[in-house]
């Protein structure tokens, strides 16, 4: 069974987490329900650093034993870094997906709104369970 | 465990028939081609050699050993008669660089597989030369990009995929310069023609479509959606992938597609486990005829058939391949369709969707989940175990490891990705009743299974020559090829 979304960030429906950092950059990483849905990652890829990604564009894939899936970010927003701990051990995507299986961070462009249409935790989880009925 | 050939090896000994004379004529060769050191070939006698690889055939599931219902594969028999034909020296013994009128018997055959096809589908011209499905693909995209660019529509450069689409198209459209956007599909299996008419407009290339859909159900609203589309000024490209559900009763021209590919290697019953090798036709409608790909067969009132001079496809998006398209396959199709006649072609669609409904129902009847109850199979369906892996702990994978101990090829897996634990089973229309039956009742100890002793299914398979493989560990741990000396490369 999945672990409740943390309410300490927001969620989008293709099941990405945002957390907002204090230095204004955005943390991103898959929900734990992405991570057991796909199973076991063996390959993480992200784009590189200084990359800008429009709002709904693939700022990463998640390679696992049954599928590879891009990764969204919902704004706008220039790639920062990745979590470089991924190359070498992507099974920590599948341990820690809130904590040590971050993906990358984003800075969001200048005029975008990080907070427009995601969900938080409560409703998150919701919309799991409507999907699963 | 076999060994591996190289293991099998002494130092110096040879297979003397197999083995190359010991002083070849090697003074017409550039020295800078040659060899320094010799290949680290295995080292084994002929005898050691047959039997190495009669055993290692003997362990291989195939078509012609075991029941083989992969999903969206359509793994039907293959018959021998095909084979044999282009087996005939006279064939074989073709080279692809003979002048034309020593070719004029094959690229006879070729005309005629292109015009049965051009009937079967509903399309003004059908050609050859794709080397497999994703290159039809990828050539049939790219001629929708050179329609509109003929017609100076630069700025159609999105292609839209429904997510239950085959999972190469999305693949092929960015191959081809497109941008993808995915159309959602409702629950009941169909693709939401609301969330399509939503991202229709200007930029709209033309939209991907396989129809029956890889969730195994046909497009109901198909011609509506085809007006959708050719309203706003996109064209629509049909994926042949599951054209055996439908082949002779419904013909994709007829539906509004405007080019499409089928794969030879499913519908027409060209061997292709193991990967290959693959060929696509390339069908195409009335205005797309001047950008086919070069060379395809012509049918030239005074020399007769003969290969495409550029006239022939002025606006032509250009050459695929060296060469026209994988020969060997290309006659066991037009044998195949020559045996089976127009009677049997319409006969493929109505057996294969019955075996499939027949086992779909049954399946049901066990306790299984069909992942679209309320529809009708196409020649492939879905059964969903979400609920046995929360009742049990036991997966979609758990199921087909196991069905390898009952002598079953696994069904596709985890495929399509909109439906979880998913089993997509396509039995095709070769399979008698006493094969789907002796299939149910493996379905059936395998889900007494689940109750009584669900360890045995996630330990499965028990009686293969190797047990469950650590796909992880060999998706993370590249070791791709043997190296002398015991050091492998990744």
């Given amino acids: 069974m999945s672990s409740p979304p943390p309410s300490d960030r927001r ?13 204004g950059t955005y943390l991103l990483g898959i929900t734990d329900h992405a991570q057991s849905a796909l199973g076991d990652v063996v390959f993480v890829e992200v784009k590189p650093a200084g990359t800008a990604v429009e709002a709904g564009g693939s700022v990463a894939v998640v390679e696992s034993v049954k599928a590879a899936s891009d990764v969204y970010t919902p704004f706008a927003a220039e790639i920062v870094a990745a979590n470089a701990d991924l190359a070498q051990r992507p099974e920590v995507l599948n341990q820690d997906p809130y904590g040590e299986g971050w993906i990358l961070r984003l800075k969001p462009a200048e005029g975008s709104d990080p907070g427009a249409g995601l969900l938080d935790a409560s409703s998150y989880g919701r919309s799991l369970e409507d999907a699963h009925d | 465990m076999i060994p591996l050939v190289f293991e099998l090896g002494r130092p110096g000994r040879r297979a ?3 083995a190359p004379a010991e002083d070849p004529a090697l003074d017409d060769l550039p020295p800078a081609l040659l060899r320094r050191e010799a290949p680290a070939l295995a080292e084994v006698s002929e005898l050691d050699a047959v039997r190495h690889y009669t055993r290692l055939s003997q362990r291989n599931y195939a ?5 083989y219902p992969l999903g969206s594969c359509t793994m039907k028999y293959n018959p021998r008669a095909s084979n044999r034909a282009a087996l005939l020296p006279e064939f074989l013994a073709l080279h692809p660089l003979a002048p034309e009128e020593d070719l004029r018997g094959y690229l006879t055959c070729l005309l005629e597989l292109e015009e049965m096809l051009a009937v079967v589908t509903g399309m003004r011209r ?20 050179a329609y509109h660019r003929a017609r100076g529509d630069e700025e159609r450069r999105e292609m839209l995929v429904p997510d239950a689409a085959h999972g190469t198209n999305p693949a092929s459209a960015v191959m081809a310069g497109f941008r993808v956007r995915e159309i959602p599909t409702r629950p009941d299996g169909d693709v939401d023609l609301e969330a399509l008419a939503r991202a229709l407009g200007p930029h709209t290339a033309g939209i991907m479509l396989t129809n029956p859909s890889t969730l195994g159900v046909f497009e109901r609203r198909i011609v509506e959606l085809a007006r959708l589309v050719h309203e706003a000024g996109g064209l629509l490209y049909y994926d042949g992938a599951n054209l055996n559900a439908i082949l002779g009763q419904v013909r994709p021209g007829d539906m509004g597609f405007d080019v499409l590919h089928l794969n030879l ?16 036709a390339l069908g195409v409608h009335e205005r797309l005829l001047p950008f086919l790909p070069h060379p395809f067969v012509v049918d030239d009132p005074k020399e007769g058939p ?6 022939d496809a002025p606006r032509s998006i250009g050459r695929l391949a060296s060469f026209h398209g994988n020969a060997g396959v290309l ?7 020559r045996l089976l006649g127009r009677e049997g072609l319409r006969s493929v669609g109505p057996y294969a969707t019955l075996n499939a409904n027949y086992l779909a129902v049954r399946l049901r009847a066990l306790g299984y989940e069909l992942a679209y109850p309320t529809r009708r199979a196409g020649h492939e369906f879905l059964v969903t175990l979400r609920r046995e892996a929360k009742t049990y702990g036991v997966t979609a994978m758990d199921v087909a490891k196991r069905l390898l101990d009952h002598g079953v090829h696994a069904p596709t897996t985890y495929f399509p990705l909109l439906v979880p634990e998913c089993l997509l089973i396509e039995p095709t229309e070769t399979e008698s009743q006493e094969t789907l039956d002796a299939f149910v009742e493996a379905m059936a100890a395998i889900r007494r299974e689940m109750a009584e002793d669900p360890e ?11 047990r469950r493989l650590d796909d992880v560990r060999a998706a993370r741990v590249l070791d791709l090829a043997w190296r002398s000396g015991g050091a492998s490369s990744a």
């Avoid at chain 1, 969620?11 to 230095?23: G, Q, V």
């Avoid at chain 2, 003969?306 to 006239?311: T, V, Y």
């Avoid at chain 2, 499965?460 to 020559?465: D, H, N, S």
């Fill in chain 2, 126 to 145: 059908v050609v050859l030369n794709c080397m497999a499905g994703a290159q039809g693909e990828f050539a049939g995209v790219s001629i929708i990009r």
């Fill in chain 2, 16 to 18: 003397r028939l197999q």
């Fill in chain 2, 265 to 280: 290697h499913k519908t027409f019953s060209t061997p292709h486990g193991g990967g290959g090798p693959g060929a696509a």
């Fill in chain 2, 63 to 67: 078509i012609d050993t075991h029941f």
């Fill in chain 2, 331 to 337: 006659l066991r199709a037009w044998v195949y369709a």
């Fill in chain 1, 11 to 23: 969620y989008t429906r293709t099941h990405e987490w945002l957390r907002a950092e204090n230095d």
């Fill in chain 2, 456 to 466: 045995r299914l996630r330990g499965a398979p028990w009686t293969t020559p190797v």
């Fill in chain 2, 306 to 311: 003969r290969w495409s001079r550029p006239e």
